[in-house]
């Protein structure tokens, strides 16, 4: 059904999305792929252990592991980045000076309350920046498969890992769909894939109303 990987298509999809000149978090996971289908859009994307300006991922022949991401992959900075202590880094965070940030996600609920830090009885490896960008940043978008590996659901009714924090998501991408959160659940604004709408309601672990531009409803139709 995806020509290209899942992960690639929703990184890409994003990429779309942010506007030009926003300051970006990129979390863990599918996030770190987005600078390389920003295709010279003006996007100053921010990582939190203290850089603005990553830049595309680099060549096997100029791997700087000094040079890292918060996911500890290897980045190349853009012309003008400025490179700061972590401090400084959550101040910008805390402060609200982040436009947008993108996180991976263990579960995201109807309403949009995030769970990406602990699973239940596994080791819990550090809460990291989330709990702070999910707080601090103007808009959350997140990036996830659509159905864990084990054939879950993504979004669901209700949270079942630990939450985040209790300030919601704006958008989910997934590789089929974007939903859009509101106060009354989650709502369909687009369709990625060729997937049929009845089978979308079947891998999507709650209800959701369909607001689709109407080349999406001619193609459902």
Same mark, same amino acid.
Do not use: C
């Given at each position: 059904?995806? %020509? /290209? ?16 000149? %926003? ?83 263990? /579960? ?6 995030? %769970? ?28 996830? !498969?659509? /159905? ?33 959160? $509101? ?5 369909? !604004? ?12 079947? !891998?999507?672990? $709650? ?11 001619? /193609?459902?139709?």
């Amino acid at each position: 059904m995806l %020509s /290209q990987s899942k992960k690639v298509i929703i990184a890409k999809r994003i990429a779309e999305e942010l506007e030009e000149g %926003s300051i970006v978090n990129l979390g863990v996971g599918i996030p770190t792929k987005i600078p390389d289908y920003l295709d010279g859009k003006n996007v100053h994307l921010h990582s939190e252990n203290g850089l603005i300006g990553i830049g595309p991922k680099p060549s096997k022949e100029n791997l700087n592991m000094d040079l890292i991401s918060a996911s500890k992959n290897p980045i190349t900075m853009e012309k003008g980045a400025a490179i700061f202590d972590s401090a400084s880094s959550f101040a910008m965070i805390r402060g609200g000076h982040i436009d947008v940030a993108v996180l991976g996600i263990l /579960q995201v609920d109807k309403f949009g309350e995030i %769970s990406n830090w602990s699973i239940p009885g596994e080791p819990i490896l550090g809460v990291g920046g989330a709990i702070d960008l999910i707080a601090g940043a103007n808009k959350i978008y997140l990036a996830s !498969i659509h /159905q864990s590996k084990y054939g879950e659901p993504k979004l669901i009714e209700k949270l079942t890992y630990p939450s985040s924090g209790v300030r919601r998501a704006d958008k989910l991408f997934t590789e089929h769909a974007v939903f859009r959160f $509101t106060e009354e659940g989650p709502e369909l !604004i687009e369709i990625i894939s060729d997937i049929s709408l009845e089978e979308l309601f079947e !891998i999507t672990g $709650t209800d959701f109303t369909v607001n689709l531009p109407e080349r999406h409803r001619t /193609q459902i139709n």
